[in-house]
């Protein structure tokens, strides 16, 4: 159990650090802070379990025994904000692609090549590789696999 300001090293630091060390130790983070951005973060950084200190005699207890089980538990005044967070980002990164570049990222997803790309929209080979690498700007993807990965998510593909 970790708190986000700590002596020497923060707790979202900690964090990180526990869980390249050990990947297999889970990490509860005990805070006052609600903000999303905290939460996001912690998420990041590998966090299993946020509990605010607020709720820490209600949710304490119930935040190990999930995080023990394999879940991730957040404290319930923090989960409307970390919906909200997902949700308006996946609106958000939704829109920032054209048609034209969503139809492009599923044709990347499903294996395709620039060339085939080019080739099915009949378009020039340039302007394909124009749209990828728009789509990766865009999107801050930098390579193949989180384009996939990316798609999957979205549901442009099924897994």
């Known amino acids: 159990v970790l708190d986000i300001f700590m002596p020497l090293l923060n707790g979202l630091d900690a964090a990180r650090q526990i869980n390249k060390i050990c990947p297999q ?24 379990g946020y509990v605010l200190k607020t709720q820490a005699s209600q949710d304490l207890v119930q935040a190990i025994r999930e995080v023990s089980q394999g879940s991730i538990y957040l404290s319930p005044a923090v989960t409307g ?4 967070a997902y949700l308006d980002q996946g609106e958000a990164s939704a829109t920032l692609l054209t048609p034209r570049e969503r139809e492009i990222l599923q044709l990347v997803a499903e294996g395709k090549s620039t060339k ?3 080739q099915i929209l009949d378009i020039g080979v340039k302007t394909a590789e124009t749209h990828r690498t728009n789509i990766m700007k ?18 442009l593909i099924q897994p």
């Open 25 to 48: 130790t889970k990490t509860i983070l005990l805070t006052m802070y609600h903000e999303e951005q905290y939460v996001l973060e912690a998420l990041k950084a590998g966090i299993c």
């Open 81 to 84: 904000a970390v919906v909200k």
């Open 116 to 118: 085939e790309i080019a």
């Open 138 to 155: 865009k999107l801050d993807i930098h390579d193949t696999a989180g384009l996939v990965r990316y798609a999957i998510r979205h549901g």
